[in-house]
């Protein structure tokens, strides 16, 4: 992403608000805008600093972390020129009622403590991956939809044509299990396909953002086209 994604560390543990933030800080394209420790610091520092992202505790001293967020949307309602903020809980309530609540109060995601920094790191990069989606959309297709909400049952999704359903299912079932990322032969390798039609569906799943492709240099000849599942 060429602009920084500003967040919002919110936690009443100085020490674990630290640690998110370094985590933050460590990610290209993001920055920590601030840190609050408390509800009523979350909102006044939300309405200073205007983050892209909140990453939310539930339990804070003064109101719960979901209070927050209801807050910060009903002052979005009021005032339609405020930028309008992400949420992403991180916390250890794992009440089903409550990751409800904080799902229809507009979170993204869910994370439960403990876990460690690479799934933070992850949700980090889902969130701008969703964000530079929303960006680029004009007017959005279903299958624009489906892929944003992940919405769309197995087998359902519009394939081009020589594509099948079971394979391209196939090929996201490797490269979930390689969060790290897989060539094209490595991909064909582990699904048992030839490596030209492995490299058809990874095109097919970078075409429709659900891959992200990089770039290995080494020795001669050309880059490895490297291929990590962000959909």
């Given at each position: ?66 209070a927050v967020l209801r807050e910060l949307r009903a002052a979005e309602e009021r005032d339609p ?151």
């Amino acid at each position: 992403m060429n602009e920084q994604t500003k967040v919002l560390v919110v936690d009443d543990d100085f020490m674990v608000a630290k640690l998110h933030g370094r985590c933050v800080s460590a990610m290209d394209g993001f920055t920590v805008a601030g840190v609050a420790h408390s509800g009523t610091e979350a909102l006044r520092a939300a309405e200073r600093l205007h983050p892209d992202l909140v990453l939310l505790d539930v339990y804070l001293p003064d109101m719960d972390g979901i209070a927050v967020l209801r807050e910060l949307r009903a002052a979005e309602e009021r005032d339609p020129a405020r930028p309008r903020v992400d949420a992403l809980f991180i916390t250890a309530a794992r009440d089903a009622e409550v990751v409800r609540s904080a799902l229809r109060a507009g979170a993204l995601h869910y994370l439960i403590k403990p876990f460690n920094q690479a799934a933070l790191q992850e949700q980090l990069r889902h969130v701008a991956a969703l964000r530079a989606r929303l960006d680029d959309l004009g007017e959005a297709r279903q299958e624009d939809v489906d892929r944003i909400f992940g919405t769309r049952p197995p087998g359902s999704r519009e394939l081009p044509k020589g594509l099948a359903a079971h394979t391209a299912d196939l090929v996201e079932r490797v490269l979930r299990a390689e969060p790290g990322g897989l060539s094209a032969s490595q991909c064909a390798e582990a699904g048992s396909l030839s490596r030209v039609s492995a490299r058809r569906y990874l095109e097919f799943f970078a075409d429709t953002g659900r891959v992200q492709v990089t770039l290995r240099y080494g020795g001669t000849g050309r880059p490895e086209r490297r291929y990590r599942w962000v959909g």
